[in-house]
């Protein structure tokens, strides 16, 4: 089981870490990405941790504002964002992939396994 954790209120310009905790299957073995869905849309693909914590892949919405790691001792990844602007307001979810260890773009219909989402609401 996935829980992703940490969302809340923040303000235009500031900064949320996510948290993204499992039990059961473990990320040391797979490749985990973080997604959000805004309301009234489709669950968008943010970035993507190899299963070793070795590498990172991103979006173009993702990239320079969020920083994914990942703690395999601790079976949890972070995502790191900062300069938040209103247009982040989302569900964040996590998800794992189990087909691949690698990094790279995950469309939401590649993960087998999402955790339960996180709402993050950014005020102008």
């Known amino acids: 089981q996935l829980q992703a954790y940490g969302g809340g209120l923040v303000q235009a310009g500031g900064s949320l870490k996510l948290s993204c905790a499992a039990s059961?299957?473990?990320?040391?073995?797979?490749?985990v990405g973080w997604f959000r869905q805004a309301p009234g849309g489709e669950r968008e693909f943010l970035a993507a941790?190899?299963?070793?914590?070795?590498?990172?892949y991103y979006s173009d919405s993702a990239k320079g504002r969020f920083t994914i790691s990942k703690d395999n001792a601790k079976n949890t990844v972070y995502l790191q964002m900062n300069s938040l602007k209103p247009e982040d307001t989302a569900v964040y979810y996590c998800g794992v992939n189990a087909a691949i260890p690698t990094a790279q773009r995950m469309p939401p219909r590649a993960v087998h396994y999402w955790g339960k989402g996180t709402q993050v609401t950014v005020s102008s």
């Open positions: 941790v190899s299963s070793s914590g070795g590498s990172s």
């Open positions: 059961g299957p473990t990320f040391s073995r797979f490749a």
